[in-house]
């Protein structure tokens, strides 16, 4: 028996930077792959057994997210491979790239085997990790880099426990590029962050929050930069916040390193302002920073500086909010907000369709080194619809994530995810 | 400053941080902070408190203005002057008064503040005084009690401490008139860590102080201090050239350890207050300090026991201004009463 398997999606307008695509098209999906794409594809000359019909909406490789904490293994009760993964397939991410700091950390071949147990058990969209660059993420022995590489890892990074050591630090940078693995960095200077809570500035010395400098984050990217243009490694930063280390970055790239940066969606839109009001919501790590850094960081999406955007989701329990601020917990739940926000920016002509798409898909897969976030013939069939032109409100009540700390709750959105087809599969 | 995104679309989030204070009325609902309040409701705290001093001068020192009220004292920090002048001054107010200190409290054991605080109040508390080592502490607080409830700021992290900074004011305005406008103020040393001084600011400014200087090295001082409407000077000297009120802040010995500065007695020698250094504030100057005061570090015995030291008058109007606040929010006209001899 050969039952059609196929999804037929009719006249979307099909936006894939990768092939310099941007117009109304059928795609036509079958086993899992982009089978064909032409101005008209009947349905009687396909296997198909669904047709979306895509009039007025918007068809895009789907979402590949280089930032976001699913806490399993070893902190279930904040959100597990299965509720987490369910929350990216309704918000269009069809791949999430776990960073290594889950417990146990992601060290050895045998806790990259458990995650891709659990994936293959619960998972509902794609995943990848990063290994750990040392082992525990001490910054003092590098970890087996070759064996997690083997293991499928697809970089390697401390996570957000940065390498204080700079002679261990040169070596790991070493001994990852020996392996052609990407090392993903979060820049922060512990001594200079001390223990702080909120951009170092007038807000913070206001209302009393120990502030964490400019120069925690760019003092790094330029030690780390000088690292580089010695080693020739490839690096990636993740989470920039500043202004200043925009102007690190841009500089080397001019100087042709190969560097890469992403940018969390929610530091495109809140400053230290936000936390007026002492909204734990906003505590987040880097600390949102002033007007002119936002800004800055717009400005860096939009001019190929800063390659990618991200969720940097980071799911917590109802408790882990509820304390004065400096005893909260940081991070945001970001899945489900980094379309719409994304294309806010489209809204706001802060960026292109062309652009926002490319931070979201192809831009993150080249930086991840895998094969997804196009639409070319033969591909993975991963795609987000979007509905350009449906209002809609964020709730608590109505989000998937298992976490539902966001300060971008009550926010109105123009975007609304129609559909996400994963592996040529109709996610609902 | 207002952010209107997160007021405008956070549910959650209830009003500003100045304005969850007031009432619908615009009357004193919570003390937090300072800043946001206006010249009129920081005249009535000193007002009100000027009329408590006579209460306080009394051979029976006791008013019924809150009898039958129970007002908790929630100590997570260690504390004498503060914690005992609130206790006072409920007591001189016929209030119950309930005293936790965090070393023998439940946190110790793993409960959190809102736990805490549910606790206390379903044991029908109807003000909560508040000392917190984390800034925002109160307005926390504030936004998680049952309507019906007060809370009062002892002093959360390094933001505020307004009762405190409302006892200075007294005390300057005894000893310098009601009119701040032409007053030159210096504030001197860890202006960084200090609750106290980010609360005096707010209250200079809004009683419409004539100059505010912070005195400190570097170090000692938070980013763009000069925002909150100061002038910024990292010499003694300089910085207390005619004044009319100098006020000193307590240096922890903690400071040296963060390579904050090299000694007690290099501080010492560049920003202690002596016999010789108060000479470049005007003659007249008062000598202001919100204690505990460390003799020989941040200024000399024979200044803080001088002519011009005021120091124990603020222990004194500490009493009365807690009084002052505590029945202005719990909603009882003291102004009567205090006339009342």
Not at chain 1, 21 to 32: F, H, P, Q, S
């Amino acid at each position: 028996m050969n039952q059609p398997s196929g999804i037929l999606i009719k006249q979307g307008r099909l936006i894939d930077p990768a092939n310099q695509l941007d117009a109304v098209k059928d795609i036509y999906l079958e086993n899992g792959r982009v089978i064909a794409i032409d101005d008209h594809i009947e349905q009687s000359k396909t296997a198909a057994a669904e047709e979306i019909d895509a009039r007025g909406l918007i068809v895009m490789p789907g979402i590949i997210d280089l930032c976001a904490r699913v806490r399993e293994p070893g902190l279930e009760h904040k959100a597990t491979i299965k509720t987490e993964t369910i929350a990216a397939s309704k918000a269009g991410i069809t791949t999430l790239c776990c960073p290594p700091d889950t417990d146990p950390v992601i060290d050895e071949k045998a806790v990259v085997d458990l995650i891709n147990h659990g994936v293959k058990n619960a998972a509902h969209s794609h995943i990848v990790c990063l290994g750990a660059m040392t082992s525990k993420l001490k910054g003092e022995h590098l970890s087996e880099m070759a064996a997690l590489k083997a293991a499928g890892c697809v970089g390697i990074s401390n996570a957000s426990r940065p390498i204080t050591n700079t002679l261990v630090l040169r070596r790991a940078l070493e001994y990852a590029s020996s392996h052609d693995l990407t090392v993903f960095i979060e820049p922060n200077d512990p001594y200079l962050s001390n223990h702080g809570c909120a951009h170092e500035g007038a807000v913070a010395t206001r209302l009393g929050l120990p502030g964490i400098p400019d120069a925690a984050e760019s003092t790094v990217i330029a030690r780390d930069l000088e690292l580089i243009a010695e080693i020739g490694a490839r690096v990636h930063f993740g989470r920039i916040s500043s202004a200043r280390s925009i102007g690190l970055i841009e500089q080397a790239q001019k100087q042709g390193l190969k560097v890469t940066a992403d940018v969390a969606i929610h530091q495109l839109f809140l400053t230290e302002m936000d936390l007026s009001t002492y909204n734990s919501h906003c505590h987040v790590l880097p600390p949102f920073r002033e007007l002119r850094d936002r800004d800055a960081l717009r400005y860096a999406v939009a001019n190929g500086i800063v390659q990618a955007i991200c969720s940097d989701h980071q799911p917590h329990e109802e408790d882990a909010k509820l304390h004065p601020f400096p005893a909260t917990e940081p991070g945001i739940s970001g899945l489900e907000t980094l379309l719409p926000l994304t294309l806010k920016l489209v809204s706001e002509n802060i960026l292109s369709w062309q652009q926002a798409v490319t931070s979201l898909t192809i831009a993150p897969g080249k930086i991840l080194g895998i094969d997804k976030g196009h639409l070319s013939i033969g591909a993975v069939a991963d795609l987000a619809i979007i509905n350009p032109d449906k209002d809609w409100t964020l709730e608590a009540e109505t989000m998937k994530s298992q976490g539902k700390n966001t300060p971008f709750l009550g926010w109105h959105f123009q975007h609304q995810l129609a559909h996400t087809i994963i592996n040529g599969q109709l996610i609902r | 400053m207002v952010n209107k995104n997160a007021r405008a679309t956070n549910p959650l989030l209830g009003q500003d941080h100045w304005n969850i204070q007031l009432d619908e009325n615009g009357r004193l609902k919570h003390f937090l902070t300072i800043e946001g309040l206006g010249s009129e409701i920081l005249t009535e705290i000193l007002d009100t408190a000027e009329n408590f001093t006579s209460v306080n001068k009394r051979t029976v020192k006791k008013v019924p203005l809150l009898r039958g009220k129970t007002i908790t004292n929630l100590f997570f920090e260690a504390s004498t002057r503060t914690r005992t002048t609130f206790e006072l001054a409920a007591k001189r107010l016929s209030a119950d008064v309930l005293n936790i200190n965090i070393s023998t409290s439940a946190t110790s054991k793993g409960e959190s503040l809102l736990d805490t605080l549910y606790n206390l109040q379903a044991m029908q508390t109807d003000m909560f005084v508040i000392r917190h080592q984390d800034s925002g502490a109160a307005h926390f607080a504030a936004r998680h009690v049952a309507p019906y409830i007060s809370v009062l700021n002892a002093g959360d992290g390094r933001h505020a401490h307004p009762t405190q900074a409302m006892l200075d004011m007294l005390t300057i305005r005894q000893n310098k008139g009601h009119d701040f406008s032409a007053l030159r103020v210096a504030i001197v040393g860890d202006i960084l860590h200090s609750r106290v001084a980010r609360s005096q600011i707010h209250a200079l400014n809004t009683l419409n102080i004539g100059d505010i200087r912070v005195v400190a090295p570097r170090t000692l001082l938070p980013a763009d201090i000069e925002k909150l409407g100061v002038n910024v000077h990292y010499n003694l000297q300089q910085g207390i050239a005619d004044a009319d009120v100098v006020i000193m802040l307590r240096l922890q010995k903690e400071r040296m350890q963060g390579a904050m500065l090299p000694s007690e007695l290099e501080y010492y020698q560049q920003y202690g207050l002596t016999s010789e250094t108060l000479k470049y504030a005007k003659p007249d100057a008062i000598v202001m300090h919100p204690g505990p005061i460390n003799r020989g570090v941040e200024i000399e015995s024979c200044v803080a026991d001088g002519m011009q030291s005021v120091i124990l008058d603020q222990v004194s109007n500490g009493i009365a201004v807690r009084m002052a606040v505590m029945s202005m929010t719990l909603g009882t006209s003291a102004q009567q009463t205090g006339d009342d001899k």
